[in-house]
């Protein structure tokens, strides 16, 4: 069982930049995944980035090179860094957590808009 909490979203201008926070409420080496989803309004939620066990990473096409997926093991925290931001990362950004053997955990979502 794990608790996510994420905060770092807000309202920024096309080009600029975000940091979004996942704490968890348990150590992450304990978490098989952890990473980063988003939904649009009326769109289905779509993987943004994760950590999987050994630090492989995975990224969406779309945020690739933009944005990077980092993690402070000390903190209990994932982040997820956005740069050169479109109106297209408009979305609610949730933060996700694998357990092996227990499921799938999913914080309450921050909002990002992009917009001039």
């Known amino acids: 069982q794990v608790q996510l909490v994420e905060s770092g979203g807000g309202l920024v201008q096309p080009g600029g930049s975000l940091r979004l926070s996942c704490v968890a409420s348990r150590s992450i080496y304990s978490i098989y995944a952890m990473g980063w989803y988003r939904q649009a309004p009326g769109k289905q939620r779509e993987l943004v980035a994760i950590f999987t066990s050994g630090s492989t990473t995975t990224y969406a096409d779309s945020v690739k090179g933009r944005f990077t997926i980092s993690r402070d093991n000390a903190k209990n925290t994932v982040y997820l860094q956005m740069n050169s931001l479109k109106p297209e990362d408009t979305a609610v950004y949730y933060c996700?957590?694998?357990?092996?053997?227990?499921?799938?955990?999913w914080g309450q979502g921050t909002q990002v808009t992009v917009s001039s």
């Open positions: 996700k957590a694998v357990l092996l053997m227990r499921g799938d955990y």
